[in-house]
């Protein structure tokens, strides 16, 4: 996405020096600092959303559905509410400005991917209180205001998938399609809207929910796709797996490779639930933000490790297991160990590496949005059940 917005400073912020470590190998250097947080004079959304639709049109700012917990935390019992509301900012409104309602969602929705098409943005898929569902809306300012478009379907419902766009191209992969987990990949092309959408070849392994899916040019000019983290539910008896591993996908063969996993000092870096930030020039894909592989993973596992205890009449690690589940929703949020790296990809090497770190990136479910020399990290959560609606702008001294 293509973004110009600023807005003042405040809290904290943090510099981090470039490092060189060969005349071809330049590792670009973040200013990461705190904004204040969104105001749209709707109280429960103002708490913060997670998983919303957005982007840029024109110099505003745009930020649809979404979801949270307004009235009771989901620890105490509280229901999720998901929202239809689009808004928007100026980019020269002062902070202390509220963000503008322009028009409503058709359904009330988040867990969908969103696209930039010129002067329109593109809303695909997600989830509400009815379920997923496979609508393709297009949202873009005319003379009467704003209006919201349709444009052709997905084969299937799908939600909470990873997503990019190569030109013309958008690309949606994983997540759950009609409500089963999956291993998709599915493309759209806006210079052939009458082809719809068209199946591609499904990534290996397991399936995976909430991965990153980020699109780039190799050092050839070849088209492809890196996916990585996300997770998948457990069935029958296979275990729940966070992923670290990743696969790299070539746009002219239809095929999947192998790529590195991601590991940071010999630490396993789980990116499910992150955000992919495209590239910075022709040499490093950013993400910033997902959840912590032991905590949740062992969270997904809760219920097949209890009929396994069951079986064997294990009493002691039943009763551990009881305290865990009751308790899980109730720590602090560093407990929870959300990723507060901004990583690199290195294309060229196809290497991780950590680029900068700070606390407010610890967060998953959050909108990104881009101008050419900085990225925007808009609301999200910060543990399960708990939003935010604070903004962290990214600066770099080189971002295309």
């Given amino acids: 996405m293509r973004l110009s917005f600023m807005l003042p400073f405040v809290a904290c912020s943090a510099l981090f020096s470039c490092r060189q470590a060969d005349p071809t190998h330049t590792i670009p250097h973040f200013t990461i600092q705190n904004h204040l947080t969104v105001l749209?004079?709707?109280?429960?959304?103002?708490?913060?959303?997670?998983?919303?639709?957005?982007?840029?049109?024109?110099?505003?700012?745009?930020?649809?559905?979404?979801?949270?917990?307004?009235?009771?935390?989901v620890a105490n019992g509280g229901s999720k509410v998901y929202y239809k509301g689009i808004y928007a900012k100026e980019v020269v409104a002062t902070d202390q400005a509220h963000w503008?309602?322009?028009?409503?969602?058709?359904?009330?929705?988040?867990?969908?991917?969103?696209?930039?098409?010129?002067?329109?943005?593109?809303?695909?898929?997600?989830?509400?209180?009815?379920?997923?569902c496979s609508n393709v809306w297009s949202?873009?300012?005319?003379?009467?205001?704003?209006?919201?478009?349709?444009?052709?379907?997905?084969?299937?419902?799908?939600?909470?998938?990873?997503?990019?766009?190569?030109?013309?191209?958008?690309?949606?992969?994983g997540g759950n399609v009609d409500g089963v987990q999956s291993r998709e990949l599915i493309v759209f092309d806006l210079q052939n809207v009458s082809a719809g959408w068209t199946s591609?070849?499904?990534?290996?392994?397991?399936?995976r929910v909430q991965p990153v899916l980020c699109g780039f040019s190799d050092q050839d000019g070849k088209e492809k796709l890196l996916l990585s983290g996300g997770f998948s539910f457990a069935r029958d008896t296979v275990r729940a797996r966070v992923e670290t591993s990743s696969y790299i996908y070539d746009t002219t063969t239809d095929r999947w490779v192998s790529a590195s996993s991601v590991r940071i000092d010999d630490e396993e870096i789980a990116l499910g639930g992150g955000a992919s930030v495209a590239n910075v020039g022709d040499e490093w894909l950013?993400?910033?933000?997902?959840?912590?592989?032991?905590?949740?993973?062992?969270?997904l596992n809760r219920s097949l490790d209890?009929?396994?205890?069951?079986?064997?009449q294990d009493q002691p690690r039943l009763d551990s297991l009881d305290f865990e589940q009751k308790n899980y929703l109730l720590h602090p949020e560093?407990?929870?160990?959300?990723?507060?790296?901004?990583?690199?990809?290195?294309?060229?090497?196809g290497k991780w590496r950590e680029l900068a770190t700070h606390p407010d990136l610890a967060r998953a479910g959050a909108l990104v949005a881009r101008m050419p020399d900085r990225f925007f990290i808009l609301n999200g959560e910060t543990k399960p059940g708990i939003r935010t609606p604070m903004i962290v702008e990214i600066h770099s001294s080189r971002i295309d």
């Fill in 40 to 73: 749209t004079g709707d109280t429960s959304f103002d708490k913060g959303v997670s998983a919303p639709f957005g982007g840029m049109l024109g110099n505003r700012l745009i930020l649809a559905g979404g979801c949270n917990f307004p009235h009771l935390p």
């Fill in 100 to 132: 503008l309602h322009i028009a409503d969602l058709p359904h009330a929705m988040a867990y969908g991917a969103s696209f930039q098409d010129g002067d329109r943005l593109i809303f695909v898929g997600g989830m509400g209180d009815q379920g997923a």
């Fill in 139 to 173: 949202l873009q300012e005319d003379k009467e205001g704003y209006r919201i478009d349709t444009l052709p379907s997905l084969p299937f419902p799908m939600d909470n998938m990873g997503f990019t766009q190569i030109g013309s191209r958008l690309y949606l992969c």
């Fill in 200 to 207: 591609l070849a499904s990534f290996p392994g397991e399936p």
């Fill in 286 to 299: 950013l993400f910033a933000g997902g959840v912590d592989k032991i905590i949740f993973e062992s969270a």
């Fill in 306 to 312: 209890r009929q396994v205890y069951l079986q064997n």
């Fill in 334 to 349: 560093s407990w929870y160990g959300f990723n507060q790296r901004l990583i690199g990809y290195e294309i060229r090497r």
